[in-house]
């Protein structure tokens, strides 16, 4: 009928991924942003349209920015999410005020209630073709007849049953942010204009006797896209120099994948972590200006090469030797301090070698004396090592409360070879089982 159509496969990830988009590009009027099915938005405006000129003027703005990229987009702006969704996707949409909520809805068809399709095929057979049709109904037996979810969603859409909205990017605990006139692309310019919007900030975090340890900049292109730049502090923050700091080096981080088209009309700045912040006071030996160099450093070094390119390690309450330690990246690790008042406190062991294998390798031992003995000689990367001298056993028992049935007991044994190197083996479960115990090297002495 239409020869000159142009066809296209359906590519639902690219729909899903358009859909994301846009609500990123919604942030710019509520950070409160959640989807509504394949093609739908929420957006919960509460304590924001002020800032546009009302509702009116704020669904204008949004609709119109939407249909000069191309979109053919309704809008509805109520007091419940379910009759903003009806009155967009079957209805006029428009702002609807409290007090016409109800012939609102009475107009819509029964497919407006967000209900399955089964029970919208009963009720279309019985009739019930419109809203009105239910609302003029006893509720008892419409709830026997259809279900419970029917007046569900009969009341969320009338406000008689609150229905919360789950925004897809957690809300910062403190937001500042700047409109332009003129589009800025330079990283000079970005920079500038972060270190005056977090001067901004600084008296709110004051208030609050917080400092940000988690900061996002968000830019908002004239074409819609945004980018997202996020960069962490291993203290807490409040110098705007600072701040502005740590996104210098994630801006030059990626240089070559900021791509700015024609420039960012607004930029926005988020605290998605604080801390409370502890007023450092200097003293005559410099030691607090050597701290605050380090972590300076670790700030600089993780914003440019990512939080895992500096690692340090932290002990853990556990006895088994290979999980008594683990790595975490310095920028997280350097304000973590010990719960001395209920953790336990290990002393360090100082029969321990000093380097420890990241996994025990398996050994072939010979001629033990006894079972329950050491091994006179054994082979460990295809070196035969005569056994001198040996202390041990040390039993390590697995953790009980892993409940893991494959764990065995290790027992540990200090071995000394004819050329005086020091070797710290294990032999796994015990003799009399099936399958039969093993040997493994965990970790060579100095």
Known sequence: MYPDIDVFDEDVRADFALLEAIADWCDRYTPLVALDGRDGLFLDITGCTHLFGGEDVMLRDVLARLRQMGFDVRGSISNTPGLSSAASRFGRGGVIAREDMVSAL?????HALRIDEATIASLCKLGLKRVANLMSMPRAPLARRFGAQLLLRLDQALGANEEAISPRRPVASLSAERQLGEPIQTQEDILGLTTEIASSLKQSLER????????????????????????????????PKRISGLFSERLDAIHDDLDAGFGFELLRLNVVQHDVFDALQRDFAGEEGRETSLSDFIDRVSARFGAHCLQVYEQRQSHIPERAEILLPAIAALERRPDTGTSLQFLPRTDRPLRLLRNPEPVEAFAALVPDGPPQQFRWRHVMHIVTRAEGPERIAPE???????????????????????FWVFRLGRYGDDPPPSWCIHGVFA
């Open 400 to 422: 009980w409360w892993l409940d893991d049935e494959k764990a065995k007991e290790r027992d540990y044994f200090r071995l000394e070879s004819e050329l005086g190197r020091l």
């Open 208 to 239: 609050r006797g917080v400092g940000g340890r988690g900061f996002e900049l968000v830019l908002f292109r004239v074409d819609g896209r945004v980018v997202r730049i996020s960069a962490g502090a291993s203290r807490p923050l409040r110098d």
């Open 106 to 110: 009475s107009a819509l068809p029964v």
